[in-house]
């Protein structure tokens, strides 16, 4: 079936070191992915999106990865913070148009050890 | 501006009863939807809105109902609470479709059926 989902659930990462959490998508139709940030009792945030027209989006300390051929999508964060520990996970819409269609993947329990 | 506020944070019901959980967002946005989180598992929609007056049902609906009677407003009742419905709920909105624009959500309202 159709699914998004992450390649490890857990990651520990020294403070200052470079985080990289991985998504792997199935359904090639799908034209936005999201990626968001869910500290421990709060909503989910958003934190950066990317479009299939475009293959990598830079933020803030962050870059989005998209690659289409393996339908792969990665979170890379830069010089990592105590701050950045939490859960992220992706989301992918499909072009219908719909809200219905946003699919969220599982998560990954971002560690930063000091 | 205050943004997406899900009330109540917390709530324990007994199996069959049946409540409301409520959601409101100040920035008039147009689409509100209702997520459950379980763990181990991404977000899954429940029902959304694209508009005043109208609703749609998104992934896992039954045993839920909703209505927008205004941009602001979006309640999720519980019709008759079942253990299976223990999860935390997410309240979300966005100026358009959620996979075009950032989607804002709430802290998230724990429930637990018992």
């Known amino acids: 079936g159709e699914s998004v989902g992450l390649h490890l659930p857990t990651l520990s990462v020294q403070e200052g070191d470079n985080s990289i959490i991985n998504c792997a998508y199935s359904n090639s139709a799908s034209d936005y992915f999201i990626w968001y940030k869910q500290e421990s009792g709060k909503g989910p945030q958003f934190i950066i999106d990317?479009?299939?027209?475009?293959d990598k989006r830079q933020g803030q300390r962050v870059t989005v990865l998209l690659n289409k051929t393996v339908k792969h999508l990665s979170l890379q964060i830069a010089a990592t913070q105590p701050g950045d520990s939490a859960v992220y996970f992706c989301a992918e819409k499909r072009p219908s148009g719909s809200a219905r269609q946003l699919t969220f993947g599982s998560g990954t329990q971002l560690t930063v050890l000091p | 501006n205050a943004g997406v506020t899900q009330t109540p944070k917390f709530q324990v019901l007994k199996t069959g009863q049946s409540m409301t959980l409520q959601c409101a967002q100040d920035m008039n946005h147009e689409y509100m939807s209702w997520y459950r989180q379980d763990p181990g598992m991404g977000l899954r929609l429940i029902h959304y809105s694209v508009g005043a007056g109208i609703t749609d049902q998104g992934e896992v609906p039954n045993g839920y109902n909703v209505s927008r009677s205004t941009t602001e407003d979006f309640p999720l009742r519980l019709l008759s609470a079942a253990p299976s419905q223990t999860s935390v709920y997410f309240c979300?909105?966005?100026?358009?479709?959620?996979?075009?624009?950032?989607?804002?959500f709430g802290q998230g309202t724990r429930l637990t059926v018992v």
């Open positions: 979300a909105s966005s100026y358009e479709s959620f996979g075009n624009t950032e989607a804002f």
């Open positions: 990317i479009r299939s027209n475009m």
